[in-house]
């Protein structure tokens, strides 16, 4: 039946024009931003897990950047502490000098007080964004032995989340400690021989009056030992360092993981999309001339009244 209040055709055809251009709006939108989800009304599930797992990966980001941070700290006392031991080796072999008969210890002392000198700067200047491992003060205010670096941030299956560290003990690498000195160098001992002196690496004097060998073995044997606790300090630092290295490999790698994961969630096959564009194209098109067609059937009830 042909009506002029009802065009039955026309109204499919607008219909179908319809969907194609909400088909082809949404087709453009996803082009033009490379999302397939860009919104929760796109797919509510994996834009709410894609918009968590962004955020993870920012804090993975500052995590990354704090482990370089402790990198740093660890390389710098690491690097310290490998100074020291050659001076502390150098003191060593003084001291075995001394121990030659008629030789001038006052001159030995002197180059002993610039060595001595020159581990107090080493471990003084060990700092790195104002922390120091080597030269602390343990009676400060807010002293802790133990540092903590940020290691990771995790997410549990509940959702809660919590950041991880690696710590690292200063005990056993500290070289002087200001409160009680008991660093690897301050550390004092007395001697048992006509010297009988108390004395520490650090402050250890083989010109003072009465020294002999007994003082000097005791001495010798003294920076010996801390020569073993350095080498001790170096090997943990230098462990604890490559520990720091293989978390940073590992952040990074999992936030490139989360990335890829996100994609596969949320971004748009862009060779799908256009070739899904140029098919909406050309429906939309027919659309057109098929509407037009349809409006036109009412012009044609005109013809049969003239």
């Given at each position: ?142 002293y802790s032995a133990t540092k903590s ?87 943990d630092l230098g462990a604890a ?66």
């Amino acid at each position: 039946m042909s009506s002029i209040m009802t065009n039955v055709s026309a109204m499919t055809a607008l219909k179908s024009l319809q969907s194609t251009n909400k088909s082809l709006e949404a087709t453009q939108s996803r082009i033009s931003t490379g999302y397939r989800v860009a919104e929760a009304s796109d797919n509510a599930a994996y834009w709410s897990i894609a918009t968590t797992m962004r955020s993870d990966n920012k804090a993975l980001s500052t995590v990354q950047d704090a482990l370089g941070l402790g990198a740093a700290k660890l390389d710098t006392a690491y690097t310290a502490t490998n100074s020291a031991i050659e001076v502390v080796d150098e003191i060593k072999a003084k001291l075995v000098a001394a121990k030659e008969p008629g030789v001038d210890k006052s001159k030995i002392q002197s180059e002993i007080s610039q060595l001595q000198e020159q581990l107090t700067s080493i471990a003084g200047s060990a700092s790195f964004s104002g922390e120091n491992w080597l030269s602390v003060d343990s009676s400060a205010t807010g002293y802790s032995a133990t540092k903590s670096l940020v290691a990771s941030f995790n997410r549990a299956s509940d959702g809660s989340v919590s950041v991880s560290t690696i710590d690292i003990s200063v005990t056993g690498t500290k070289l002087f400690d200001a409160a009680d000195q008991s660093g690897i160098l301050d550390t004092e001992f007395t001697t048992t021989g006509g010297g009988a002196v108390t004395v520490s690496v650090s402050t250890l004097d083989i010109s003072a009056s009465g020294i002999d060998d007994t003082d000097l073995d005791e001495m010798i044997s003294a920076v010996d030992s801390a020569l073993a606790s350095m080498t001790t300090s170096a090997s943990d630092l230098g462990a604890a360092k490559k520990r720091v290295d293989m978390q940073k490999d590992f952040v990074s790698g999992l936030m490139d993981a989360i990335d890829r994961g996100v994609g596969t969630l949320v971004d748009a096959d862009m060779n799908e999309e256009s070739t899904r564009l140029q098919a909406l194209q050309v429906q939309q098109q027919l659309g057109i001339q098929a509407l037009s067609i349809a409006n036109s059937n009412s012009q044609q009830i005109l013809s049969l009244f003239r």
